[in-house]
């Protein structure tokens, strides 16, 4: 306190130099953090001889607290069925993938936290020991930054990464880090944007995103909507189900959408 009490009181150019050490500090802990990274050796997952140990223990982390389409795909896999794999889900606490999954002794929850999360990464490596998890499978970029701060901290597992958007990529070492078995990407698209960042194309591989339709046609079915919106019984209807984004295209479906009505 006497520390910041200082600075405050000290003259305007004095204050200017401070702010200028303590920027250039934090860009020079960033640049080591990545170099640390970038140099972490790869690791492998073991199968012991036992039948008993051939149990696959995976971990998801998805960061995101709203409910979307990487969510839902996170939301089947960890409900999945799955012949020797054991499965948990790390999120958000509060968030809509953990609501819909409470309560669950397989997921793990933790109270997300703007910029570079100690805490969080401490947890997450404390639940990989402790739950003897073999393979991690990263479902966002936010995900992405917790891994690889546990891995400062001591975690020597390996990981996939779950491309399900088409952004560019920002950070490419985060995809041509030695840790990454495999990057799964939802579309051709997404891998194409994808190859661009790294060299390792062999790691890429696309898996579409499964919708289980007889889940929702068993609701919906004797919903009459052309008669709910007065919509002719003569006319198409064509409807969209996606966020409001950009790469969505949504006013190229709109366009399609009235020749189609001409």
Known sequence: KSLIHLVQTAPKTTRIVYKLFRLIAICILGCLVRYAIRKLPLFTIHRGR????????????NCNKEWRGGEYVVHEIFNGQFNQCEQYLFCPANSELANRN??????????????????????????????????????????????????????????????????????????????????????????????????????????????????????????????????????????IVSALEIEKNVEEFCKIAQLINK
């Open 50 to 61: 036992n039948k008993k140990t051939m149990t696959l223990k995976i971990l998801h982390i």
């Open 102 to 239: 409470t309560p669950n002794t397989h997921l793990f929850t933790y109270k997300k936290r703007m910029g570079v999360d100690v805490a969080g990464a401490l947890q997450l490596k404390k639940i990989i020991h402790t739950k003897q998890i073999q393979l991690v499978h990263l479902h966002d970029a936010q995900a992405q930054n917790l891994f690889y701060l546990a891995c400062i901290f001591g975690v020597k597992v390996s990981a996939v990464i779950h491309r399900h958007v088409n952004y560019p990529i920002k950070s490419a070492w985060k995809y041509t880090n030695n840790r990454i078995l495999k990057i799964i990407c939802v579309s051709k698209s997404v891998e194409n944007t994808v190859h661009k960042y790294t060299l390792h194309k062999q790691k890429t591989i696309v898996i579409y995103s499964g919708i289980d339709i007889k889940k929702y046609s068993a609701n919906f079915a004797s919903i009459d909507l052309k008669k709910e919106l007065g919509i002719p019984k003569k006319d198409y209807l064509i409807g």
